[in-house]
């Protein structure tokens, strides 16, 4: 009995999840993504070290150069050079020249004159032509082996200025072109007055061209308030058109069909007012007897 006791007993003291146990496994390391390291050559480092410090060597010497002048000084020997080869300017070639003063365009560019044609700055020239109210725009070249050729775009003017009791030649941008004389002033100009009048001469031109009619009629135009227009013509008659381009285009054409039907011009009237769409208001001399005299534009403050 106590066999089988201990039998049984050591058995038992067997249990199943003891003899289903394993020893644990260990895991693999992580693999890197670490570049095998490849052994340079001692001479070949000795090398590279030689090259990036000959690189800084020879980069500090051309800044010294660069400070000293010396690019600057074996420019100037070789345009000397060419100069004395004949590349020297000794002709100075002109075109597109009408309107502008001659004497101040050669006085500008006679500076070039006798230089060597490298040495011409041909940029410089062309600013201080671009200075000159008439230049639109200027061209300055060189001709091989001794000419200049310079060739010019002239503004082209559109109405006559008056401010401070000064007259100016105007192109349609704005741009002041020359100061002229009453006695020189051109008659198929537009004499124009009204402050920021500069800004609205292409308009005034456009309004004018929608009736072809009135054109040779015109004597001149105000421009009241920054806002709209007075047209003055030279039989005496001050025409006050309403604000804005269609609105102003609109009356005028009104206007121009009221002539053809009643004879408005030349009738003795002083002033046409059209600003009211709806009605126009006409005001007559107060002795028709008289030869009625051009408005006087009034005189512009000072700023």
């Not at 003291?13 to 670490?34: D, Q, Y």
């Not at 200025?161 to 004389?181: C, K, M, T, W, Y």
């Not at 054409?253 to 002033?271: H, I, M, N, P, S």
């Amino acid at each position: 009995m106590s066999r089988a006791r201990a039998q049984v007993t050591t058995r038992s003291s067997r249990s199943p999840a003891a003899r289903s146990a394993k020893p644990a496994r260990r895991r693999p390391p992580a693999k890197t993504s670490e570049l095998p390291r490849i052994p340079l050559p001692e001479g070949l480092v000795r090398k590279i070290r030689n090259w990036t410090l000959a690189l800084f060597v020879v980069a500090a010497l051309i800044g010294g150069v660069i400070a000293m002048g010396i690019p600057q000084m074996v420019g100037l020997a070789a345009a000397h050079g060419l100069g004395d080869m004949g590349f020297v300017v000794r002709n100075i070639q002109l075109t597109g020249l009408k309107q502008v003063d001659r004497d101040t365009v050669y006085r500008i560019v006679s500076e070039a004159h006798g230089q060597d044609m490298p040495l011409v700055d041909l940029q410089q020239v062309r600013q201080q032509l671009l200075q000159l109210g008439w230049i639109a725009d200027a061209r300055v070249s060189r001709r091989l082996p001794d000419t200049l050729a310079i060739d010019l775009v002239e503004r082209v003017p559109a109405a006559v200025l008056q401010r401070n009791q000064q007259l100016s030649l105007i192109d349609a941008e704005g741009n002041i072109l020359a100061p002229v004389e009453p006695h020189t002033m051109p008659v198929q100009l537009p004499l124009v007055i009204g402050e920021g009048v500069e800004g609205h001469i292409n308009a005034l031109h456009e309004l004018i061209a929608s009736q072809a009619p009135l054109k040779q009629l015109i004597d001149g135009a105000t421009w009241v308030g920054n806002r709209r227009w007075d047209l003055r013509f030279q039989s005496g008659e001050t025409l006050s058109l309403p604000e804005g381009d269609a609105a102003a285009r609109q009356a005028l054409a009104t206007f121009v069909k009221k002539d053809q039907e009643a004879r408005l011009l030349g009738q003795g009237y002083v002033r046409i007012d059209m600003r009211d769409p709806k009605q126009m208001v006409i005001r007559t001399s107060r002795d028709p007897g008289t030869k009625i005299t051009d408005p006087v534009p009034p005189a512009a403050t000072q700023a």
